[in-house]
């Protein structure tokens, strides 16, 4: 298999029973043994994890064509790779920039080439008139294939550095941030005005609702209520909203109102009013909340990305030693949430649950609420057991 220039690989969503669903083209075509896959893959799995199993995918196909192999005549005729072949593969698949990939990462590209090999030769096994025999060895050297793959990206994966944490914030961390990027910083990064106000805002937003990055992204501006009680609503997007931006931003849940401060509401709708329109371009109306400065559109999910690593090489942020992620901010927010719930005096447990689980955007029963407020029960916690310590002491030493 031989291309005078290298393959453009690239990963689209299209419209599928009213959901936007992803699919792995070569130079603008699907690839159509991905596209079988997804198609029974979706049925069971998210868009999201759909999209990143593709993106493993195309690691793959790009390593075979610079090895001049052809990835579907290989995996369609039961020969499959060599073993130096599969040694190669583990090693490309267990990398990311030029280092070493996190041992989660390399994890989860085994998890998808081995569902991928092995759909591959199940599709064609079932599509192919083969002897029985001939099925079984087809089967063996499946099976022999994946294990041999496994073993390698483990030994990979075993070598990997730790994964940086998206840690959450401490009070004064958010202080120290919030001074740093405000509009009237000498500190801050970013040289436009109306830069500074929309990412300020931003991140205002994203710390009081802890808010998914891609809910953030894709408010509208008629989902806020800035009266006297103000809201903000969070929907699950519609598909044309989802086709706005290439990046394809998605939820995981269905939407909720979430109360807000009248000190965000006035942050809110100061950039409103006066500040967003100056993202517009000319013949080109949008009702997004937040706006590229490049083009005008809906900003892009991960430009957030982009604006935390900026700031994070301010001096005052770099120096505190976090990373600054948006499920930092999301674990940030829910952490405060669950402080002042308790310093209310909310003592069901079951009432602090469905409130945190609403606010957070997940399902009732959901374990994510205690990994998101994980901060707040360890000090919950710590001070019950410092309690009963006292407790113990003065009993001790009357």
């Given at each position: 298999m031989h291309h005078s220039h290298p393959s453009s690989y690239?990963?689209?969503?299209?419209?599928?029973?009213?959901?936007?669903c992803p699919y792995l083209l070569r130079d603008g075509v699907p690839l159509v043994l991905t596209t079988l896959w997804v198609e029974e893959l979706r049925i069971s799995s998210r868009p999201n994890t759909l999209e990143s199993y593709l993106r493993d995918i195309a690691i793959v196909y790009r390593w075979a064509e610079s090895e001049s192999v052809d990835l579907d005549k290989r995996l369609g005729n039961f020969k499959g790779f060599s073993t130096p072949e599969l040694t190669s593969i583990a090693r490309k698949l267990c990398t990311a920039k030029d280092k070493a990939a996190s041992r989660s990462t390399c994890l989860r590209r085994l998890e998808a080439v081995r569902n991928y090999i092995k759909f591959v030769y199940d599709y064609t096994i079932e599509n192919s008139q083969i002897s029985l025999l001939e099925q079984m060895q087809a089967e063996k050297n499946r099976d022999s294939q994946i294990k041999k793959l496994a073993k390698r990206m483990v030994r990979h994966s075993n070598l990997s550095p730790e994964p940086g944490c998206s840690t959450e914030l401490t009070a004064s961390q958010v202080d120290v941030l919030l001074a740093t990027i405000s509009p009237a910083s000498p500190s801050n990064c970013f040289k436009n005005e109306k830069i500074k106000i929309?990412?300020?805002?931003?991140?205002?937003?994203?710390?009081?609702?802890?808010?998914?990055?891609?809910?953030?992204?894709?408010?509208?501006?008629?989902?806020?209520?800035?009266?006297?009680?103000?809201?903000?609503?969070?929907?699950?997007?519609?598909?044309?909203?989802?086709?706005?931006?290439?990046?394809?931003?998605?939820?995981?849940?269905?939407?909720?109102?979430?109360?807000?401060?009248?000190?965000?509401?006035?942050?809110?709708?100061?950039?409103?009013?006066?500040?967003?329109?100056?993202?517009?371009?000319?013949?080109?109306?949008?009702?997004?909340?937040?706006?590229?400065?490049?083009?005008?559109?809906?900003?892009?999910?991960?430009?957030?990305?982009?604006?935390?690593?900026?700031i994070s090489q301010i001096p005052e942020v770099e120096q505190m030693g976090v990373r600054l992620h948006p499920h930092g901010l999301r674990s940030t927010g829910a952490t405060d949430i669950r402080r002042k719930i308790d310093e209310k005096g909310i003592s069901s447990g079951i009432e602090v649950e469905e409130v945190l689980s609403y606010l957070g955007g997940w399902v009732q029963?959901?374990?994510?609420?205690?990994?998101y407020t994980k901060a707040a029960l360890s000090e919950k916690l710590g001070a019950i057991v410092r309690s009963k310590k006292n407790l113990l002491v003065r009993a001790t030493l009357r």
């Open positions: 690239e990963i689209r969503r299209f419209v599928r029973d009213n959901e936007m929309r990412n300020f805002v931003l991140i205002l937003l994203a710390l009081e609702t802890f808010a998914r990055r891609s809910e953030l992204v894709l408010l509208e501006t008629t989902d806020l209520n800035l009266g006297l009680e103000p809201t903000v609503t969070f929907k699950k997007p519609t598909t044309a909203n989802q086709l706005k931006r290439r990046d394809g931003a998605s939820m995981k849940t269905l939407g909720r109102e979430i109360p807000i401060s009248s000190e965000l509401a006035k942050a809110l709708r100061f950039y409103i009013d006066q500040v967003r329109d100056e993202f517009l371009v000319p013949k080109r109306p949008t009702t997004a909340l937040f706006l590229s400065a490049r083009d005008g559109r809906r900003l892009a999910a991960m430009t957030f990305n982009h604006i935390l690593k900026k029963g959901s374990p994510m609420v205690r990994r």
